[in-house]
């Protein structure tokens, strides 16, 4: 039987590269943060109540696109680790808000240099202006709303 032509093909495929360099980086980061007890799901909810200056548990469980359980159980080990609280909201006491703790904050700054130190393992063949490049690429195609699909959360959000 004779091969099946592929006619307009490019010459390089990307998704099997970015598939392994994305394993690495993530097997990294994850070495990296476990000695601050932390986990890639914990540095995102952390970063998340950075960014908004503290947030409602309802909304955050929203924005990470979990659960409202798995949130609970995120936030009880964050909790437990005095890196969050959870207060009462003073216009609704139905609603918790949650808020880095000055804790939080010292390792969520540990927890990114130490990530910045497993990116530049992985990358540190590139020099600044190939990583600028990457970068930009790599945003560009994040933030390309053309080629979402319907229900697509990295569409829906900028997650750069």
Do not use: W
């Amino acid at each position: 039987m004779d091969p099946i032509p592929v006619l307009n093909q490019p010459v390089h495929r990307s998704g099997a590269l970015l598939d392994y360099v994305a394993r690495r980086i993530r097997l990294r980061s994850e070495s990296v943060l476990a000695p601050l007890g932390l986990r890639p799901r914990h540095l995102l909810a952390m970063t998340v109540l950075r960014e908004r200056g503290g947030s409602g548990q309802q909304e955050l469980a929203r924005t990470l696109e979990m659960d409202g359980t798995n949130v609970v159980g995120l936030l009880n080990d964050l909790e437990a680790d005095g890196l969050v609280e959870r207060r009462r909201s003073p216009e609704d006491r139905r609603r918790h808000i949650v808020d880095l703790t000055g804790a939080g904050v010292e390792r969520l700054a540990k927890a990114e240099f130490a990530l910045a130190a497993a990116e530049n393992e992985v990358l540190g063949m590139l020099d600044a202006e190939q990583r600028e490049t990457l970068y930009g690429l790599l945003h560009q195609v994040v933030n390309d709303v053309t080629a979402c699909t319907e229900g697509d959360p990295v569409c829906t959000e900028n997650i750069c």
